[in-house]
Structures are given as structure tokens and as C-alpha cells.
């Protein structure tokens, strides 16, 4: 089992629309989680940290279930420029692990 | 303030041949990463260095890889006698002192794609 798993997609939507992604992960003792975004061929970046109270940011809203080990990413009013991969991301440590993430593509 | 740095970008390496890669962490920045992307997979974790330590190296493979980051200068991924399944990007990131930051946030530099022919 992949110590983080995520749906690969990929998600196709219209602009407007409200999505969310989910993520599992395996080892219970994972304290920090995050969702990083990537562009094609382009380097990871943070999108946000999620926290078991849940977090908004904008339009992006995180949430962590730590009793189901699931973690999930809901954007709201999607805009072409938010299609990319998203990744669900646990911090393992010192390092980072990564879901294989999931694609967005957002059309007008 | 200069992001993270790498270099070169891009890399064309053939069989057998090295390749060296180069990160230059955010100014201010001790603590290095260096992360794999194989092409339609997942980053995975490759070592994880301080300024003359290797602190944790358990996800880089066991034969001709390296890594080290020096007093001085940028840390340097090395990879000897390549091979075509090396062809991936190969990310490096930066963190300050694990103290100065709760979240413990890593920030990413562009990559290097190396391809191997």
C-alpha cells in the first residue's frame, strides 16, 4: 500500500465549479500534512498546511480527518489558472511524502 | 531573495557517463533536500543534508549515487555511470533551522531534467 494515496483523476471541470480532492495515508503517526501544487514540469509549490481544525485560504479549503487518515482539498469558484497536479503531501521526519497527485484541468 | 537554485536545467547525459547537479539553497537556509520525479510518479525522497552531513540518505539507491553539501559552495548530487532509468527530474529544496518554522516549510527549485541516451 503507497503510504499516501490520491485519485489521479484527472478532474475535468468548468470554470465556477466547486471540486475536491481526497487523499489517504497509512502511517498514523504522521503529524504535519500539506498540499503542494505543481505546474507541468515545473517544481512543487505550497499551496497550504492542513490542520485536524481544518483551514481556509481563499477559495481552498484543507481539512484532516486524523481517525479515518484522510485529508481532503476543496476549491471553490475554479479558475483556469488553478488547473494543475495537486499533491497530498505528509511530513515523514525530516522529508517529505508525496502522493503520486492528482490533475486538474479547469475549462471555460 | 533569491529563490532556491539549480543547475543546469537541463542535462543530456549517455550511458555510463556522470552527472553532477547542483542546488544552492534560499539565503539563509541550512538544511537540503534532494527529492527524484520519475516521469508520471510521485516525488520521492532521495537524502536530506546540513552543511558537512549527510543526516538522512535512506531513500537514495545504494550504488552510484552520492550527495554532499560542503562548507562552501552549493550541494552537488552526484550520479556515476548513468543509466537510461535515471532519466527523471531531480528537485532539490531548502528549509531554515527546523526551530524557526513549525510547519517545517520546504521550498522547491526548479529542477533538473536529466536525460540519459
Known amino acids: 500500500r503507497k503510504e499516501v494515496e490520491q485519485d489521479p483523476g484527472p478532474f475535468n471541470v468548468p470554470e465556477g465549479a466547486t471540486v475536491a480532492f481526497n487523499c489517504t495515508y497509512s502511517n498514523s503517526a504522521s503529524q504535519s500534512f500539506f498540499w503542494y501544487r505543481q505546474d507541468c514540469r515545473k517544481e512543487p509549490k505550497l499551496l497550504m498546511s492542513v490542520y485536524s481544525s481544518g483551514n481556509e485560504d481563499g477559495r481552498f479549503t484543507a481539512q484532516l480527518n486524523r481517525a479515518s487518515q484522510y485529508i481532503s482539498l476543496l476549491i471553490r469558484d475554479s479558475k483556469l489558472s488553478d488547473s494543475a497536479t495537486y499533491l497530498c503531501?505528509?511530513?515523514?521526519?525530516?522529508?517529505?511524502?508525496f502522493g503520486a497527485g492528482t490533475i486538474l484541468r479547469v475549462k471555460s | 531573495n533569491a529563490g532556491v537554485m539549480q543547475n543546469p536545467r537541463h542535462l543530456v547525459r549517455r550511458r555510463g557517463q556522470e552527472a553532477r547537479l547542483r542546488c544552492s539553497p534560499m539565503k539563509g537556509h541550512s538544511h537540503v533536500y534532494w527529492y527524484r520525479q520519475l516521469p508520471e510518479e510521485g516525488l520521492k525522497f532521495m537524502v536530506y543534508?546540513?552543511?558537512?552531513?549527510?543526516?538522512?540518505e535512506s531513500g537514495m539507491p545504494k550504488e552510484r549515487f552520492s550527495a554532499e553539501f560542503p562548507k562552501e559552495g552549493p550541494s552537488i548530487l552526484r550520479i556515476q555511470q548513468v543509466v537510461r532509468g535515471d532519466s527523471a527530474a531531480y528537485f532539490c529544496?531548502?528549509?531554515?533551522?527546523?526551530?524557526?518554522?513549525?510547519?517545517?516549510?520546504?521550498?522547491f527549485g526548479p529542477g533538473t531534467r536529466l536525460t540519459v541516451t
Open positions: 529544496a531548502s528549509s531554515p533551522i527546523y526551530s524557526e518554522t513549525p510547519t517545517y516549510e520546504q521550498y
Open positions: 543534508l546540513q552543511k558537512e552531513n549527510i543526516i538522512d
Open positions: 503531501v505528509r511530513r515523514d521526519g525530516n522529508k517529505l511524502v
